[in-house]
């Protein structure tokens, strides 16, 4: 029996129908109060359902995390990134062939040519990896754009192909930018995470030197930030693409939206904040700061929209940390220290266990990174490479089935009418 909710306004009685979710909230229909001349009002969208998905589903007070109903603790156990992009493109785990085909088709679009490579020229060894990033991504549109049909469906598998193979190459190629040494060209010998590692750390024709616990650690990193909802970043690659854009434009909008620190860029903004306390007797302080309303300090790395407990990914990136720590032999690490002086005081603190401020992905992953000598800047582009298979697949979903441009209305606060004057009499 369809449920439905009245809603009774300015004499008028609005009857709307009740969609029932698989898992999670059921959702109001209110498409038909645009006719009745009413709007939701919803900044930030914390109430707000802006499609239907069938890719990632989170439960953020069980603190649960499925991509196409496989746990996401299951998937980072077991399975590989390049898996995890198949399975959210596709929506079943491929078969050995499917994968080893995919993995093939994958290697095979790695390679950046070398007139795209000159893109890096106009930067200075100064320029932050994430804007580099975006706008290489938004170079490709170039590349791929005469004769691209988003409505055909073979068109936008090689879409999702060419960003998720070419990701890698352009994040490398940021990081030999800003540490002012050549580009290596992708070796399709190696894995997803490894070939990343040795296109950053690797010497031109020298074989790969890139540890096996860095490469396992860096693929399941990469499987943690693969999709997550409609967070800001996919809010808005599905925004930029129900304009019809070409989607390598959309996802370098993406890539912009992910870059800033209440979202993807927190990680960068983790190693910052714990680098500015410096000393574990500054901990105190800091957490004082944090909840200090006149004091624009938060605690990065701590809260998120949707998990009211802990984020299952951050649990996952914590066992990752101990691993690179231990193979770095760096358990010690002050910065590890301060975290965890953090972590403990704010699951006591009454402030942050109130509002439900739990550890994030970003808390942990930011250690991980920097314990595997990954520059701070470089953090926040690690999360975009990650992230790219979510972004291209809801794209993928959302042009797959009947759209409507994005176009949220307002509520109006501004002058009534009023009638222009000339510059003489104001
Ligand atoms: C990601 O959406 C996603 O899924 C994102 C992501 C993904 O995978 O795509 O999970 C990745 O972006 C994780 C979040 C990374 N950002 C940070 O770690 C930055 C620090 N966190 C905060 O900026 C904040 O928690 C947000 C942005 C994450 C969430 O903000 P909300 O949901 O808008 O919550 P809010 O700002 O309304 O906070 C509610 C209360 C407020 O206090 P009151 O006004 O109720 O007194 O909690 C306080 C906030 O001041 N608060 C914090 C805090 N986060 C929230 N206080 C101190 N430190 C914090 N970190």
Redesign the pocket.
């Known amino acids: 029996m369809k449920q439905t909710v009245t809603l009774n306004i300015e004499g008028k009685s609005l009857e709307l129908p009740v969609l029932e979710a698989i898992a999670g909230a059921s959702v109001i229909d209110v498409r038909s109060l645009s006719s009745a001349g009413v709007f939701t009002y919803d900044p ?1 969208f ?1 109430s707000t359902a802006s499609c239907d998905s069938k890719i990632t589903f ?1 439960d953020g007070d069980a603190g649960i995390l499925m991509h196409r109903g496989y746990p996401i603790e299951q998937l980072a156990d077991q399975s590989e990134h390049l898996e995890v992009c198949y399975l959210l493109l596709h929506g079943e785990l491929p078969a050995e062939d499917q994968l080893a085909t995919f993995k093939n088709d994958i290697n095979e679009r790695m390679p950046i040519d070398s007139q795209f490579a000159k893109i890096f020229d106009g930067f200075t060894r100064s320029a932050h990896p994430m804007s580099m990033l975006c706008a290489a991504v938004a170079g490709l549109a170039a590349q791929f754009h005469e004769g691209l049909d988003i409505y055909n469906e073979a068109h936008r598998k090689e879409s999702a192909l060419q960003l998720i193979a070419k990701m890698p190459t352009l994040a490398a190629m940021t990081y030999r930018k800003i540490t002012e040494q050549p580009f290596i060209d992708p070796n399709p010998e190696l894995g997803y995470a490894e070939n990343f590692l040795n296109m950053c750390f690797g010497e031109p024709g020298r074989a790969s030197q890139v540890s096996s616990t860095m490469a396992s650690a860096l693929d399941k990193i990469f499987i943690l ?1 693969a ?8 809010s808005t690659v599905r925004l930029a693409g129900s304009t019809e854009a070409n989607p390598y434009a959309a996802i370098a909008a993406g890539i912009a939206a ?1 870059w ?8 960068e ?2 190693l910052n904040m714990l680098e500015e306390i410096g000393d574990i007797n500054e901990v105190a302080r800091y957490v004082d700061k ?2 200090d ?1 006149d004091d624009p ?11 009211k407990n802990f ?1 299952p ?1 951050a649990l996952v990136m914590q066992d990752s940390c101990h691993a690179v720590l231990a193979e770095k032999n760096a358990q010690d690490e002050p910065l590890l220290e301060i975290a965890k002086q953090l972590e403990k005081i704010a699951r006591e603190e009454p ?2 266990i109130e ?1 439900k ?1 739990y550890p ?4 942990y992953s930011g250690i991980t990174l920097k314990a595997m000598g990954i520059p701070t800047s470089m953090y926040t582009v690690l ?1 975009a490479l990650g ?1 790219t298979p ?1 972004w291209i697949s809801h794209w993928c979903e959302m042009l797959s089935e009947p759209f409507k441009i994005g176009r949220p209305r307002q509520l109006y606060l501004g002058s009534a009418q009023r009638n222009y004057t000339d510059i003489g009499s104001r």
């Open positions: 930030g914390l989170i930030h999709d997550h909802e409609q967070n800001a970043s996919t992910l800033g620190p209440s979202h993807g860029g927190a990680n903004a983790v944090a909840k309303k300090f938060k605690l990065m790395g701590f809260g998120h929209r949707v998990y984020d990914r402030y942050f509002r401020l994030n992905i970003d808390f999360f992230r979510g």
